[in-house]
């Protein structure tokens, strides 16, 4: 035992520098782990007689939020587009969960026809919907068209969720108070609305076309809050922070090797998937007074890096009811209207300048 002790301490007198550089790394990383791993939404909240719909609920966030939202009791739609995946998904859920309520509808957003049809159902079928995640994207694909002609990511990650909530909304408000959520990205922040080539067509790029349309669900919430205003039906557009999804499914087969260890790596940091559905649930159903602090971009980025964006602000209006009436606020004016045409009688709009 002596011996043992004599031999730790030698060992660690000739390695000090190296055992204290592999702690301060060890810990250091579990700094950012912790960091990166963001805030945790802790509300006991029961959803019991409320309905949920939730686009591509079959895996990564969307379908944790659904194993969320099932655990709290809601009757939970899965809108997918891939319904074998979506059959196995909600097995799980209704396994995990212990709650039957789990139904999967089919959706591509990427056919307004979907959509409509999707929307048609759910009208005839549903008495209520009390929250909507519209959550499915994707990013990075190559110039892929819409079934109806639409550049892929602009037309699934904004177009369909438009026509979806907008042919949603009496359902919505017979509900109130009801929530929108539309799961954008901090992408946004670099994005531009291309009004003059919507589709890209002229310089199509991956990143600008993933960067147009999460601005285009962060201009969406704005303008559908303000029109909302009042009615009690409520919008919020999130950043989730990263997280390990399919989401780079497009993306890492176009890396070089070196490129794609270094991202494994990386992807180690980053949040899991039910880590990264918080900011979603803190949306969806925290209660008005709540939602006011954190601000929801203090969930995944420390405040004091960066300001709150203007979709972060949230007003608390009549608090204190049981169920209080409250909206967001957001800060900035939107000086110009952008419209185009889906079919001759639907139209979409976009509030803005073609910036955040
Ligand atoms: N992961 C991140 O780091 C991150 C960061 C910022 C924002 N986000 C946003 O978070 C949301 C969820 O993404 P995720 O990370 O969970 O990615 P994911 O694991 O790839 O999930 C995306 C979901 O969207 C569905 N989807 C794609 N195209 C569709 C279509 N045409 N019709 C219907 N559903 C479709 C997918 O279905 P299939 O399985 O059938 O393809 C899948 O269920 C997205 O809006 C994304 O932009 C993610």
Redesign the pocket.
Known sequence: MQNYADNMRDFVEKHATGLAVALVAGMSALALRRWMAGGVCRSRVRLDGKTVLI?????????ETALDMANRGARVIM????MT??RIAADEIRQQSGNGNVLVKK?????LQ?VRDLAKEVQENEERLDILI??????FCPKWE?QDGFE?QFG??HL?HFLLTNTLLDLLKKSTPSRVVN?????HEKGRIHFEDINLDKDYDPHTS?RQS?LA?VLFSRELASRLKDTGVTVYSL???????????HLFPTLAMWKRIVAAAVMTF??S?WE?AQTTLHCAWTRAWQLKRPLLQAMTVPPKSRPPRPWTMLQRRGCGTSAPPWSVSLKHNTPALFSGSLTTNESYYLMGNGTA
């Open positions: 686009t591509g609920a079959n895996c990564g966030i969307g379908k809108a997918c587009r891939d995946k979506a959706l591509d957003l990427a056919s979907s519209n959550n499915a994207g994707i990013m819409t892929m699934v990650n369909g799961v954008s990205s901090t992408a993933y999460k669900n950043h989730p922070g990263i997280i390990r999804t399919e989401l780079g499914r980053v949040k998937p990264g």
